[in-house]
């Protein structure tokens, strides 16, 4: 699967933040080191890209270990992953007291710390998940860790935008491609769209339009994250299908479009490509690419072949006009 799509980030993305939830997790410096030199492999030989390592929190992870990574320059941030919230996620945190030691360490040296945003009780509506975990654990833990630097990825709500504007340091949330074009009725209107299911599920209209005005606004506390996510179509399509959508084809197509509706093309630049950088604190970019609006609709390939499997690749539903020259 990596090397069936690695070439579809590295020749549009010059770095990205790497997710560590595979199986089994990315959870030590060492095991970082490790995964890197695979993507790095698995690139294609004329791309640069520079693939920024995380780390998989858990109950048991050495701040130790966390500390050192980041001041060797291996690890760029830690994960946290809800035990139970996402694709691969079981081995995630259960109880937040027991991390504190790992986020005071991170606080301590910047290191920032990246959110899956969502609680996994039982009880709580799958639609409401999100508002819960910021009520209930990331206001308090960043009350109790005042210092430690959060990006809440792939924000989903109303409520996430208006919490992360309500802060006015070390919090900043990133927006994906999918979830500024898609609601829940993609999912679910006319019957199940698998290859729209993802988590945090899509949200009812209103909060994509409280997305978009985020995103195409300037504020530098929201970037893009795609969470580009490929599963093999028998894992999406079955009983119990995989969250997750695959955007890197397309992802800067749609963005053009999605910002050239809300007449926000001349802060496309600063969303996909310095606001995260300045966050992170890191330079941006020195390279460039260009887009073109083209008078005919652009395609792209429906899916892609890996020796994984097939991987279908994300459909906004609309006709696409801008591509990467």
């Given at each position: 699967m990596l090397e069936g799509v690695i070439g579809y980030s590295s020749r549009q993305f010059c770095r990205a933040i790497i997710m560590p939830n595979l199986v089994p997790p990315v959870v030590t410096t060492a095991d970082a080191v490790a995964y890197r030199e695979r993507i790095l492999a698995a690139k294609p030989r004329a791309d640069f890209f520079n693939p920024l390592m995380t780390l998989y929190l858990t109950e048991?992870?050495?701040?130790?270990?966390?500390?050192?990574?980041?001041?060797?320059?291996?690890?760029?941030?830690?994960?946290?992953?809800?035990?139970?919230?996402?694709?691969?996620?079981?081995?995630?945190?259960?109880?937040?007291?027991?991390?504190?030691?790992?986020?005071?360490?991170?606080?301590?040296?910047?290191?920032?710390?990246?959110?899956?945003?969502?609680?996994?009780?039982?009880?709580?509506?799958?639609?409401?998940?999100?508002?819960?975990?910021?009520?209930?654990?990331?206001?308090?833990?960043?009350?109790?860790?005042?210092?430690?630097?959060?990006?809440?990825?792939?924000?989903?709500?109303?409520?996430?935008?208006?919490?992360?504007?309500?802060q006015e340091e070390n919090l900043a949330a990133t927006i994906t491609t999918h979830h500024l074009i898609i609601n829940r009725n993609a999912i679910l209107a006319g019957g199940i769209r698998p290859h729209y299911y993802c988590l945090p599920v899509a949200k009812r209209e209103e909060h994509r339009q409280a997305l978009v005005q985020a995103a195409s606004s300037g504020d530098k506390r929201f970037f893009l994250g795609t969470d580009s996510a490929p599963h093999s179509d028998p894992n999406k399509?079955?009983?119990?299908?995989?969250?997750?959508?695959?955007?890197?084809?397309?992802?800067?197509s749609c963005l053009a479009h999605v910002f050239e509706q809300e007449a926000a093309l001349d802060r496309l630049e600063a969303f996909v490509s310095l606001n995260g950088p300045a966050f992170y604190g890191l330079q941006p970019n020195e390279e460039t690419i260009t887009l073109v609006k083209h008078s005919e609709p652009v395609t792209y390939p429906q899916k892609i072949h890996t020796g994984d499997g097939d991987v279908t690749v994300f459909d906004p539903t609309f006709p696409l006009y801008w591509d990467v020259q």
């Open positions: 048991e992870t050495d701040p130790n270990d966390v500390a050192a990574g980041y001041g060797d320059n291996i690890v760029t941030a830690v994960k946290l992953y809800p035990a139970g919230a996402t694709t691969n996620s079981a081995s995630g945190v259960k109880d937040i007291v027991k991390v504190y030691p790992v986020l005071e360490k991170m606080a301590a040296i910047g290191m920032p710390l990246c959110v899956h945003g969502e609680v996994t009780d039982p009880d709580v509506d799958i639609f409401d998940r999100e508002a819960v975990f910021i009520e209930t654990v990331l206001d308090p833990l960043r009350q109790k860790i005042s210092g430690l630097k959060v990006v809440m990825e792939h924000v989903t709500t109303r409520q996430g935008v208006d919490y992360v504007r309500s399509e079955t009983a119990c299908g995989c969250a997750g959508i695959f955007t890197a084809p397309n992802t800067l």
